[in-house]
């Protein structure tokens, strides 16, 4: 697979784009990570991006959820434009967003940061809190349990059940395994295969590469900021070439 053919064959397979990022340049302040990225999320489809450290990886899901520094390009979310929006605003577009770090509020209760994932509602929807119970069990166990008591994985849950609380049309999630038990990893991974199973659509960056190709629709590979491949999870596993670069053989 030759970098070129690999990058122009992205075209979603579902049954309409979702996402749609063109020409992407974004960093931090001055500092520019991301060179001319090009990616498509379709509706229900599940897309994982790889690569190596300091790829640009986190960048490109913080910059669709409007956390960095926009340079040029196109963000598209339903056909609407959204760069350049606060987050508050994207995610009334229907987009939520899990990040990888400090992603739970550790002094208030379970049910508390579930709750919070609904602030820009006039109410709760109880309906919705038993939604990500029915999804993560052990929350209804501890609903009045303060986040910060919590296992890596529970917190996990709880992040992920916050950002359902709105019942998004596109979850990000930024390296869901990230700290987590090797026992837990399956785990975790099966929670992201139901969701989408659900009818969310997925974008993840996941640094457990070759069992998130396994399990997604689509792969990216970003090396230094730029798209290097793009291709289906499975042909991604299989290319000689991609898994001994990223893969580790």
């Known amino acids: 697979m030759s970098d070129t053919d690999a990058v122009d064959g992205a075209a979603t397979e579902s049954t309409g784009v979702l996402l749609e990022v063109e020409g992407l340049d974004a960093g931090y302040g001055d500092l520019q990570i991301l060179t001319d990225v090009d990616l498509d999320v379709g509706d229900r489809e599940y897309v994982t991006i790889v690569g190596p450290n300091g790829a640009g990886k986190s960048t490109v899901m913080k910059s669709v959820f409007g956390l960095t520094t926009y340079m040029d390009g196109s963000i598209r979310f339903a056909g609407e434009e959204i760069h350049g929006l606060p987050p508050e605003r994207i995610i009334r577009t229907g987009i ?3 990040p990888q770090n400090d992603n739970v509020f550790e002094t208030l209760t379970v049910r508390e940061n579930l709750e919070m994932g609904a602030y820009i509602l006039d109410s709760v929807p109880e309906e919705r809190i038993e939604t990500v119970y029915d999804r993560f069990p052990v929350l209804a166990e501890r609903e ?5 008591t919590l296992s890596g994985g529970q917190r996990q ?9 709105l019942d998004p049309d596109l979850l990000l999630l930024d390296e869901p395994s990230a700290g987590l038990a090797p026992d837990l990893v ?3 991974f099966d929670r992201v295969d139901r969701i989408n199973d659900g009818g969310t659509a997925i974008l993840m960056v996941e640094q457990n590469a070759k069992e998130a190709l396994r399990r997604c629709d689509r792969g990216y590979v970003l090396v230094d900021g730029k798209n290097r491949y793009v291709d289906t999870g499975d042909a991604l596993l299989a290319d000689e070439q991609v898994r001994q670069d990223f893969l580790g053989g």
């Open 144 to 148: 009045g349990q303060k986040a910060g």
């Open 157 to 165: 849950m709880v992040a992920m059940g916050r950002a359902l609380m």
């Open 96 to 98: 939520g967003y899990v």
């Open 186 to 188: 399956d785990e975790m």
